[in-house]
């Protein structure tokens, strides 16, 4: 850490870290991380009365995340399985594999860049801080569901597998006020986020879950769903509820049902009009 005259800040660190959680050869990663600051309020050539501090920061850092459960890189054999065999059907101890291994889990590596400043005004009253991030973290540790081709019906297996990039703009503001025996003071902020899948792996571009999909190119965990357009109030409504070629798109529905839209317009809500 580096400081001259309070104006040129810079600060440099290194992390060593292990975890028995990830795969053999594996099991270690080192994240350097650097940030600067210029503190212009201190330069001669600043005079702004009502101003008492500013500060340009910037800085780029890496992280790792071992945040799995333990032994995951392992096979688990459960040995109390038993079989007949032979013709007198004997019972033999027998063992069978109920969890996929990942041999290769490795760290999930974050890098991350933050841009802002830092500003105190009247009389250090208000103070105002912004800044714009950009983070990408690749090797995502993610359990992705596998085909039941496999003939495996237990957990998936972990896996290096997901790249994801967050951006986003962080403000906050505080005014103070101790001139009074009374003191107080009072923080707004306001932050957005933007998430994008970079890359799934494997080849894949979508991964349904459940009721969401993840596709490359959007945000991670989108809700997949047949969209609703109100409730059938009478069987009229269900009766006038076609598709440009006439077909009634719900005939069993009865009035108080939901009404789905038929995106895809082909007279039949199913799977092909989630969005």
């Known amino acids: 850490e580096y400081s001259f005259d309070d104006r040129y800040l810079i600060n440099a660190v290194v992390r060593r870290d292990g975890s028995s959680r990830l795969g053999a050869g594996l099991k270690w990663g080192s994240y350097p991380s650097v940030s600067g600051a210029w503190r212009i309020s201190k330069e001669d050539f600043f005079n702004v009365s009502w101003i008492n501090d500013l500060k340009l920061r910037a800085n780029y850092g890496t992280l790792g995340s071992s945040n799995i459960?333990?032994?995951?890189?392992?096979?688990?054999?459960?040995?109390l399985t038993t079989i007949a065999m032979g013709v007198d059907q004997q019972k033999?101890?027998?063992?069978?594999?109920?969890?996929l291994a990942n041999a290769d889990l490795r760290w999930e590596t974050l890098k991350q860049q933050n841009y802002g400043f830092d500003l105190a005004l009247l009389n250090n009253k208000l103070s105002v801080s912004a800044e714009y991030f950009i983070a990408r973290t690749t090797d995502v540790l993610f359990q992705?569901?596998?085909l039941m081709t496999t003939g495996h019906d237990g957990d998936a297996p972990r896996a290096n597998?997901?790249?994801?990039e967050n951006k986003g703009f962080e403000f906050s503001a505080t005014y103070r006020n101790n001139d009074n025996p009374f003191g107080y003071y009072a923080t707004a902020n306001i932050t957005t986020l933007k998430n994008k899948v970079l890359e799934l792996g494997y080849g894949r571009n979508e991964l349904y879950v459940g009721n969401t999909v993840t596709t490359v190119g959007e945000p991670i965990g989108m809700w997949y769903v047949l969209q609703t357009d109100g409730l059938f109030q009478s069987q009229a409504d269900i009766d006038n509820y076609k598709n440009a070629e006439g077909k009634v798109i719900q005939p069993s529905a009865k009035p108080g049902d939901i009404r789905f839209r038929d995106n895809n317009g082909d007279g039949q809500i199913n799977n092909n009009d989630k969005v």
């Open 69 to 79: 459960g333990y032994y995951e890189s392992l096979a688990f054999i459960n040995t």
């Open 92 to 99: 033999q101890l027998a063992a069978t594999q109920v969890r």
């Open 144 to 146: 992705s569901p596998i």
């Open 161 to 164: 597998a997901l790249t994801l």
